[in-house]
């Protein structure tokens, strides 16, 4: 195993070595978390702040969706121009471009000239820098950190995006009242700036392998893209993998959708608010487990073994309309989803050529996105032409499902997640007896690593 430390000619401003491996990756974590945390509290708020403008959900769901289909369309380029430009050149411009998106909609906000459609391009623009983010963090973390400190680097991405969704509905209520959305975009601006200035201080080598030369056009790109899928397709355990991970994430974007209105079914704003802080304090504990312990070695079964709890917590939640019942589900779900995508990103980054891994970790967001954002799609319509009414809308027509969710209203949408989590299950079940991915750590073995190789080119200065 190599050293972890990085070896750069260059050095950081003020003529003091840049930061190096572990160190290094810490202080690129830090700055991105200050920028996953303002992007979080400025979502919140410019999500209220629309929908008390527009008073329409459809407006709302439509700001949703933005969020990620440009991200899924975008993907098969922007992990091409990871893999081409390198990591670090993918960060500046990925945190530089939502600075400036921005900085624009704050002027539009305190000059009073903001209208509800300039929320489609911002949140198009930023879907689109963020496809670029994406794999670019993802492809830096084994540039810096050795195999063996994956685990523990993963972990902390977890951390950071744990922390930032529990503080942000938190801090972004009070700063609302504080300092109104105008004050809170402002506050993302800074927060892109702080982690482009962390960045001055990290260097990133560059995979010895390049996709090719730096600069290329969009069908060169998509060529490189599909060289990705055929080198995953090639090896049957990855291909097996990303499949489960997409019909996860089907299942959880399900949860997502209907957890609020399975709980102000029966709860207050306030016990809705309980329940999504418990399921984050989940994530953060197992997060934290995952940075100091570096998470299980036998990652392929852990993945498995905790998405068969998630199922379960999906199912225990929606027993019967018990905030506390409800509130355990949501802590056992969001905690084993940190150990999942922990040990997700440590298989792909272990097991795919540096050199293919922006390109490989946009196919993943790609094939994991899509069926999310169906789910989404799916959900509402499922809940209210489908179960509500096959179950009753304010109290069960049936002993049998009253036996199974309880009775009250809203819980035809407790079916409808009881369901969910049934198959998932089902899923698992599948993915067990999938020797190819069952084995994949046996029979697929560990590219070399670049951290601290003193033969992989360093990255310079964007240019």
Excluded at 116 to 130: D, E, G, K, M, P
Excluded at 164 to 193: H, K, N, R, T
Aim: with cysteine; proline share 5%; net charge positive.
């Amino acid at each position: 195993m190599s050293s972890s430390r990085v070896h750069d000619i260059d050095e950081a401003p003020g003529g003091e070595a840049p930061g190096a491996g572990f160190r290094a990756f810490v202080i690129l974590w830090s700055g991105q978390f200050v920028s996953l945390t303002g992007s979080a509290l400025s979502s919140f708020a410019l999500g209220v702040y629309v929908y008390r403008l527009t008073d329409s959900v459809t407006t709302l769901g439509f700001v949703y969706a933005l969020a990620f289909l440009p991200t899924i369309l975008a993907s098969p380029f922007t992990g091409s121009l990871v893999d081409r430009r390198g990591a670090k050149r993918a960060l500046v411009v990925s945190n530089t471009g939502p600075m400036l998106v921005m900085s624009v909609l704050a002027l539009l906000l305190v000059t009073d000239t903001f209208v509800a459609w300039h929320v489609y391009i911002v949140v198009t623009l930023n879907s689109l820098f963020r496809a670029l983010q994406m794999p670019a963090f993802e492809a830096s973390v084994p540039l810096l950190v050795p195999q063996r400190q994956l685990g523990r680097a993963n972990g902390m991405r977890m951390l950071a995006l744990a922390a930032s969704q529990v503080l942000a509905p938190v801090a972004a209520g009070a700063l609302l009242l504080a300092i109104d959305v105008e004050g809170i975009i402002l506050m993302d601006c800074l927060s892109f700036g702080l982690a482009l200035v962390t960045l001055l201080f990290v260097r990133i080598p560059r995979a010895r392998h390049q996709a090719g030369p730096r600069t290329a056009g969009a069908w060169t790109l998509l060529s490189d893209f599909v060289q990705a899928w055929r080198y995953v397709v090639a090896r049957r355990g990855l291909l097996a993998l990303l499949l489960f991970v997409a019909a996860l994430n089907f299942c959880a974007g399900f949860v997502d959708v209907l957890i609020t209105p399975l709980v102000l079914a029966f709860a207050s704003s306030d016990a809705l608010g309980t329940v999504l802080s418990v399921g984050g304090v989940g994530m953060i504990a197992t997060s934290l487990v995952m940075s100091a312990w570096g998470g299980p070695r036998r990652r392929v079964r852990s993945i498995l073994g905790f998405s068969l709890m998630i199922a379960a917590a999906t199912v225990i939640g929606s027993l019967r309309p018990n905030v506390a019942l409800t509130a355990l589900g949501a802590f056992l779900f969001l905690g084993g989803l940190a150990v999942i995508m922990g040990s997700n990103q440590s298989i792909w980054q272990t097991k795919v050529d540096p050199h293919l891994l922006g390109r490989a970790m946009a196919l993943q967001n790609m094939v994991a996105l899509t069926p999310q954002l169906l789910a989404y799609a799916l959900a509402g319509v499922a809940a209210d032409s489908l179960f509500e009414p096959l179950v009753g809308r304010d109290r069960v027509t049936s002993d049998a499902v009253a036996m199974l969710v309880g009775h009250g209203p809203g819980r035809g949408i407790a079916l409808l997640l009881m369901s969910v989590g049934v198959l998932l299950a089902v899923f698992v079940l599948l993915a067990w007896f999938s020797p190819r991915l069952r084995h994949l750590e046996e029979e697929l073995p560990d590219v070399a690593s670049e951290a601290g190789d003193p033969q992989a080119e360093p990255a310079g200065a964007p240019r």
